[in-house]
């Protein structure tokens, strides 16, 4: 298997000069995907011949598939950690020594130059990986697996060749000292795992394995599964759920095992997770009642400061759509904001005069610059570390390691870094930057408080420093059930539960008062007909008769050959579900719902040739299996691969066999309300909308649902167009 299937063809690209954009667009150039089993006779007799001991079979090989996919999850991982861990470190050593060079000779100039070079170079490699061999890559991937597990076909984002250039991205990404994690990245790369090691030769059983082990790449027990369900997961049963905490298990069992091996510690397994910014002591970080307040207060601040990111990106990024399309344009960005943020590092650094003593830190790289003997700059500690060591030093230096100013800079410089990271051309993510501005600012609250407290003991930097990493992250992404169980765990600390679960809520609501989360955001932006849980409040006054799409191309049960080709060439209406209809010898009746039959089938059968001559019809046509429509999944060719004659054009084909006999309707007279609960909620992707005869007056698909939305001035309906 040269590289995990994708679902559907590779599309042509094209560059205009400037691409429109409107938000409120609805793109049709996304097809839905079939969640929903076709109970043809082909299924149900396959059905009733499965005993219980292949049923018990079948369930073996799922928990079998789970564990090979934790830990496959966990070595890919533990590489790219130990990878960006070795070529970072090699990195900064290169930079710090050439700089304690040029201190004494002078010349820094040339250490900048270097910085800057090496940043842009890095990276310049990650994003023309991204930008000419898979574009899909870019980004955390998180919207995309949302929208796929939601049901929506994004080309390419479970290619092998995805997985691949996510990996080497996101550590090029890292490397190369962008404002951004590998958290979200690593979530994307678990689910094409999921979906390659799954080859199910169903779509619904590759959607739960990925949404099952796209949170593998979390690692952590509890806060994984919850990231699962309340970020990704758009359909949810209690077996899903153990096979999620199994995966999880032993993904994080791998990591643990590899990486306690690669730090000299085999038998102590002293790496718990990917996820891990150091254990807070109980009893000196307690907190009192007093606080909650305060806590309260710092979620309206990161609710705020989380809009005010999730707006400024949004501009950014409908920047980027209209004009910086070409992938040659993205590499050049992508290659200035590197050198940029090498450039505001090393300004700030050569600026500040903030040193704090070498004994006792616990600083990898420490930069002495200006500072006297046995001393280094504390900024250089945030810049000269990859992100996730920046947060663990914020949460647990001792009081005094940084200055006010230095923390207060950095806040500010490293927000619109990181505000102008998110949407480049690379694989990365936002999740620790987000917890790095937090911890900073965070962090500066702690110790003014302090200073207004006349050092009191519960005014402990690091713990508020924790509070704001939550409260910003919640600003931005908008999670709260998840995160505060990932951050308890992250933290090895219980006590903070509440405050953290209070910080969150805040921050959520707030942000929400102002824009979206930056996920929502950017499915909204790429036009993506997005299924959310229920549907617009006020759109009881909508029924079916309104939302359905007329007029709807229907199929007889024994059926033309020619009408059949020409139905699916049809480029113009392009359907993907066709309802079948008994032949009704009186023209002037239209005849009544008899089963639906997807194009996907009508192209194997096409293949196949499973038809007969019109002059014999009583003779038998060719016998297929549930197994040669498996083969096809889920390349199924293009009609125009098929060659159909003219003598074929005029046989028949009967559907019966084929066609699902039950599919779901509903009346016209349904409220919008309940056609989108029972859409939403069976992963469908037709649904037929017929009268009180039985008679197929209409079709509802996922656009139909999509295109009505709550706006802040009521329900508005999204306009459909090619974007």
Known sequence: NEDVRELETELPRQYPN?????????????????????????????????????????????????????????????????????????????????????????????????????????????????????????????????????????????????????????????VGGLAVGKEGPMIHSGAVIAAGISQGRSTSL??????????????????????????????????LTWRIFFASMISTFTLNSVLSVYHGNAWDLSSPGLINFGRFDNEKMGYTIQEIPIFIFMGVVGGILGALFNALNYWLTMFRIRYIHRP???????????????????????????????????????????????????????FFNTPEKSVVNLFHDPPGSYNPMTLGMFTLMYFFLACWTYGLTVSAGVFIPSLLIGAAWGRLFGISLSYLTK???????????LMGAAAQLGGIVRMTLSLTVIMMEATGNVTYGFPIMLVLMTAKIVGDYFVEGLYDMHIQLQSVPFLHWEAPVTSHSLTAREVMSTPVTCLRRIERVGTVVDILSDTSSNHNGFPVVESNP??????????????????????????????????????????????????????????????????????????????????????????????????????????????????????????????????????????
Request: with cysteine.
């Open 18 to 174: 400037e691409i429109p954009h409107n938000e409120k667009l609805l793109s049709l150039k996304y097809e839905s995907l079939d969640y929903d089993n076709s109970e043809n006779q082909l299924f149900l007799e396959e059905e009733r011949r499965i005993n219980h001991a292949a049923f018990r079979t079948v369930e073996i090989k799922r928990w079998v598939i789970c564990a090979m996919i934790g830990i496959l999850t966990g070595l890919v991982a533990c590489f790219i950690d130990i990878v960006v861990e070795n070529l970072a470190g090699l990195k900064y050593r290169v930079v710090k020594d050439n700089i304690d060079k040029f201190t004494e000779k002078g010349g820094l100039s040339f250490s900048l130059l270097l910085w800057a070079t090496l940043n842009a170079s890095v990276v310049m490699v990650g994003s023309v990986i991204v930008a000419f061999i898979e574009p899909v890559a870019a980004g955390s991937g998180i919207p995309q697996i949302k929208c796929y597990l939601n049901g929506v076909k994004i080309p390419h984002v479970v290619r092998l060749k995805t997985l691949v250039i996510k990996v080497c991205g996101v550590i090029l990404s890292v």
């Open 206 to 239: 590759k959607r739960d394995f990925k949404v099952g082990l796209e949170e593998c790449f979390c690692l952590v027990f509890a806060g994984g599964v919850l990231f699962s369900l309340e970020e990704g997961a758009s359909f949810w049963n209690q077996f």
């Open 328 to 382: 040659c344009l993205q590499v050049v960005e992508a290659m200035l904001v590197a050198a940029v943020t090498a450039a505001v590092g090393f300004v700030m650094i050569y600026c500040s005069r903030d040193c704090q003593p070498i004994q006792g830190s616990s600083v990898a790289y420490p930069l002495q610059l200006f500072c006297a003997d046995g001393e280094y700059n504390s900024m250089a500690t945030a």
């Open 455 to 465: 050092g009191s003991i519960w005014a402990d930097p690091g713990k508020y420093a």
């Open 586 to 723: 009186d023209a002037t009746q239209v005849a009544g719902l008899r089963g639906l039959i997807l194009r996907s089938q009508l192209i194997v059968l096409l293949k196949h040739k499973v038809f007969v001559e019109r002059a014999n019809l009583n003779l038998v046509q060719r016998r297929l299996k549930l197994k040669d429509f498996r083969d096809a999944y889920p390349r199924f060719p293009p009609i125009q691969s098929i060659h159909v004659s003219q003598d074929e054009r005029e046989c028949m084909i009967d559907l019966s066999e084929f066609m699902n006999p039950s599919p779901y309707t509903v009346p016209q007279e349904a409220s919008l309300p309940r056609v989108f609960k029972l859409f939403r909620a069976l992963g469908l992707r037709h649904l037929v909308v017929v009268d009180n005869r039985n008679e197929v007056v209409g079709m509802v698909t996922r656009k139909d649902l999509a295109r009505y939305r709550l706006g802040k001035e009521g329900l508005e309906e999204l306009s459909l167009a090619q974007t």
